[in-house]
């Protein structure tokens, strides 16, 4: 009898126990299935903890600071965009880089923060740029200055407006706005004040690495500017309004020096948009704007490289010897060259520390990576993955770059290298050129289209795009071409031609140039090595092709050396030969027979 009156009262004991034990019971294996099944978000907002009072959202902590706040007023005046006609209701002017990551991950879909630290964003429909979307505005004032055609498609007047003023409707409906007002042009003599207006964190933040950033002084007295960028991208164009071709437009007024972008998400048409501007200003005052990146040696030996995206400019001026001055966009006076640009932009497909460690090592908070795939989990970057597009892309502060120069201005170039990429695998690893091949080679711009940099480029195809960047010019070639040989004449630059393409056969049969060989051909040009070797030269193209070169095997030097059929060479090398005298036909007019004379003899 005692036995069981104890065991039923342990039993009630052991009852009681297990009843006040169960609720952290429960809890204990909620929490262990959720650490289980971290795929499962339903799990987490279970388990997600209630805000506390205290915590405030960024809004509500604006609302309580005064309005005798100097600062808070320079960065948050919602009358800033009234002369515009558009009246926010929230509107961040040049906000921190912690907010811009906030808002993206906040309010758009896909921003996240990669392992690395840089914030990852996605452009929606449009992965590269649309150049047949690009309009310029047709007006008295600057209409005979401009290179009419399939690069600069009139635009009425009245339509610019149109899409102006829906541009301006979106925007109105936003419940947030940024604006970004920074500088174009690192030589304050020709500097540009400019301002960007938009609904995505994303896009802020990309501008506020691509521009030159002020300081808070400069901020405070930066009046009007000279440049306004209205990005309303995520709303479509009107295919109706006159000069549409589609629900897409990037649209340019010089006389009212503004932008419209609607129907496109890609960031890189802002900064093409003020590349544009630059080009049109510029040769006005006898500076040549160049699409080009530069860098500068220890004894101020300055050396510009031209080419199109997807050449190496970014690459090859990220050079760990020298100090970096920009990667894309330039400008040369009378004095020297100075940067337009105050970040960099860099494909990042295929991106290694191994191949590219400045660049790699660039991707960190505060830089944006466009259109990347990622590990969910632990949120790596897969730099190899192009499901999305083959123009990743990483935007990032020039500073950033280690060995970048505190001011991006240089002295006068030394060596001008024009960067092509050889899709036939005809052209040499390096040549030296004449003036006057230098001159013909600037002039055609001949390269390939490297897939992704456009919309509906799948793999490279040969392409001629004059002064290496003709989807940017605004004033005919020959404009930019006489501004080039006055300045290397009158300077004595050193001119080369890199090819970045193929070499051992066309595309799909060759490989695409060793960025180990190309970077040490570089070297060979900064060293002085190049400019006294001993070279031979190359049929057809007639191109001084030097015999060696340090750490580059010296049979790829000579490019008919790494084909295995010597005859379907030279059949190919005709046939690109063939393609640039057809190419020149459009600047035979007004070309002088030296510049002629340098062309291939097929």
């Given at each position: 009898?005692?036995?069981?009156?104890?065991?039923?009262?342990?039993?009630?004991?052991?009852?009681?126990?297990?009843?006040?034990?169960?609720?952290?019971?429960?809890?204990?294996?909620?929490?262990?299935?959720?650490?289980?099944?971290?795929?499962?978000?339903?799990?987490?907002?279970?388990?997600?903890?209630?805000?506390?009072?205290?915590?405030?959202?960024?809004?509500?902590?604006?609302?309580?600071?005064?309005?005798?706040?100097?600062?808070?007023?320079?960065?948050?005046?919602?009358?800033?965009?009234?002369?515009?006609?558009?009246?926010?209701?929230?509107?961040?002017?040049?906000?921190?880089?912690?907010?811009?990551?906030?808002?993206?991950?906040?309010f758009e879909k896909g921003s996240v923060i990669a392992s690395n630290g840089a914030l990852i964003a996605y452009s929606g429909e449009k992965r590269g740029r649309c150049p047949l979307d690009?309009?310029?505005?047709?007006?008295?004032?600057?209409?005979?200055?401009?290179?009419?055609?399939?690069?600069?498609?009139?635009?009425?007047?009245?339509?610019?407006?149109?899409?102006?003023?829906?541009?301006?409707?979106?925007?109105?409906?936003?419940?947030?706005?940024?604006?970004?007002?920074?500088?174009?042009?690192?030589?304050?003599?020709?500097?540009?004040?400019?301002?960007?207006?938009?609904?995505?964190?994303?896009?802020?933040?990309?501008?506020?690495?691509?521009?030159?950033?002020p300081t808070e002084e400069e901020l405070v007295d930066f009046g009007d500017p000279d440049f306004t960028i209205f990005n309303a991208g995520e709303f479509p164009a009107n295919r109706y309004?006159?000069?549409?071709?589609?629900?897409?437009?990037?649209?340019?007024?010089?006389?009212?020096?503004?932008?419209?972008?609607?129907?496109?998400?890609?960031?890189?048409?802002?900064?093409?948009?003020?590349?544009?501007?630059?080009?049109?200003?510029?040769?006005?005052?006898?500076?040549?704007?160049?699409?080009?990146?530069?860098?500068?040696?220890?004894?101020?030996?300055?050396?510009?490289?031209?080419?199109?995206?997807?050449?190496?400019?970014?690459?090859?001026?990220?050079?760990?010897?020298?100090?970096?001055?920009?990667?894309?966009?330039?400008?040369?006076?009378?004095?020297?060259?100075?940067?337009?640009?105050?970040?960099?932009?860099?494909?990042?497909?295929?991106?290694?520390?191994?191949?590219?460690?400045?660049?790699?090592?660039?991707?960190?908070?505060?830089?944006?990576?466009?259109?990347?795939?990622?590990?969910?989990?632990?949120?790596?970057?897969?730099?190899t993955d192009n499901t999305l597009t083959e123009n990743t892309r990483l935007s990032y502060p020039i500073h950033f770059i280690d060995n970048a120069k505190e001011q991006s201005v240089g002295?006068?170039?030394?060596?001008?290298?024009?960067?092509?990429?050889?899709?036939?695998?005809?052209?040499?690893?390096?040549?030296?050129?004449?003036?006057?091949?230098?001159?013909?080679?600037?002039?055609?711009?001949?390269?390939?289209?490297?897939?992704?940099?456009?919309?509906?480029?799948?793999?490279?195809?040969?392409?001629?795009?004059?002064?290496?960047?003709?989807?940017?010019?605004?004033?005919?070639?020959?404009?930019?071409?006489?501004?080039?040989?006055?300045?290397?004449?009158?300077?004595?630059?050193?001119?080369?031609?890199?090819?970045?393409?193929?070499?051992?056969?066309?595309?799909?049969?060759?490989?695409?140039?060793?960025?180990?060989?190309?970077?040490?051909?570089?070297?060979?040009?900064?060293?002085?090595?190049?400019?006294?070797?001993?070279?031979?030269?190359?049929?057809?193209?007639?191109?001084?092709?030097?015999?060696?070169?340090?750490?580059?095997?010296?049979?790829?030097?000579?490019?008919?050396?790494?084909?295995?059929?010597?005859?379907?060479?030279?059949?190919?090398?005709?046939?690109?030969?063939?393609?640039?005298?057809?190419?020149?036909?459009?600047?035979?007019?007004?070309?002088?027979?030296?510049?002629?004379?340098?062309?291939?003899?097929?």
């Open positions: 009898m005692f036995l069981r009156r104890a065991l039923a009262t342990t039993q009630r004991h052991s009852s009681s126990f297990l009843r006040a034990l169960a609720p952290r019971t429960g809890a204990l294996r909620a929490s262990q299935r959720a650490f289980s099944s971290v795929t499962d978000p339903s799990v987490f907002r279970s388990l997600k903890p209630q805000k506390p009072e205290a915590f405030k959202d960024h809004e509500e902590f604006l609302a309580v600071h005064k309005k005798s706040d100097t600062t808070m007023n320079l960065h948050l005046d919602t009358s800033l965009l009234e002369p515009e006609g558009i009246h926010p209701d929230k509107v961040y002017r040049n906000p921190s880089v912690g907010l811009l990551y906030e808002h993206a991950c906040r690009k309009r310029v505005v047709d007006e008295p004032t600057t209409n005979k200055d401009i290179w009419w055609g399939a690069i600069n498609i009139k635009l009425p007047e009245s339509s610019f407006m149109t899409n102006r003023e829906r541009a301006v409707d979106y925007l109105n409906t936003r419940d947030r706005l940024y604006v970004i007002d920074a500088f174009g042009g690192a030589d304050p003599k020709y500097r540009l004040k400019v301002r960007v207006i938009t609904s995505r964190a994303y896009h802020a933040l990309f501008m506020h690495n691509m521009l030159i950033r309004t006159e000069g549409m071709t589609s629900s897409t437009s990037v649209s340019l007024s010089f006389a009212q020096r503004e932008m419209v972008i609607l129907g496109t998400q890609y960031a890189g048409e802002m900064k093409k948009g003020l590349f544009t501007l630059f080009n049109y200003l510029m040769p006005k005052q006898g500076v040549l704007s160049m699409h080009a990146s530069a860098n500068e040696g220890e004894k101020g030996d300055v050396s510009i490289f031209f080419g199109l995206s997807g050449t190496g400019k970014t690459t090859l001026s990220s050079d760990p010897e020298r100090h970096l001055i920009g990667d894309d966009e330039h400008c040369w006076t009378e004095d020297g060259v100075f940067n337009i640009e105050g970040g960099c932009y860099a494909k990042a497909i295929n991106l290694s520390r191994e191949q590219e460690p400045e660049i790699y090592d660039a991707a960190r908070f505060g830089a944006v990576l466009e259109n990347v795939k990622y590990d969910p989990i632990s949120r790596d970057i897969d730099y002295p006068l170039p030394k060596n001008i290298i024009m960067l092509t990429c050889d899709a036939f695998g005809v052209l040499p690893p390096v040549a030296k050129l004449t003036p006057e091949q230098a001159m013909y080679h600037f002039m055609s711009g001949y390269t390939a289209k490297v897939a992704g940099t456009e919309v509906g480029v799948k793999e490279p195809s040969a392409t001629f795009s004059a002064c290496f960047g003709a989807p940017f010019l605004v004033w005919h070639p020959s404009k930019y071409a006489e501004l080039l040989a006055e300045k290397v004449e009158k300077h004595g630059a050193h001119c080369w031609l890199v090819n970045t393409g193929w070499s051992g056969g066309a595309y799909g049969v060759g490989k695409r140039m060793s960025i180990k060989y190309t970077r040490a051909i570089i070297d060979g040009i900064h060293h002085g090595e190049l400019e006294n070797a001993e070279y031979e030269t190359l049929p057809v193209f007639d191109l001084a092709v030097p015999k060696s070169c340090s750490k580059v095997p010296h049979d790829i030097l000579n490019p008919r050396n790494t084909w295995d059929d010597k005859n379907e060479y030279d059949r190919k090398a005709k046939e690109l030969a063939g393609l640039f005298l057809e190419n020149f036909k459009a600047f035979e007019d007004g070309t002088n027979a030296a510049i002629l004379g340098a062309a291939p003899k097929p």
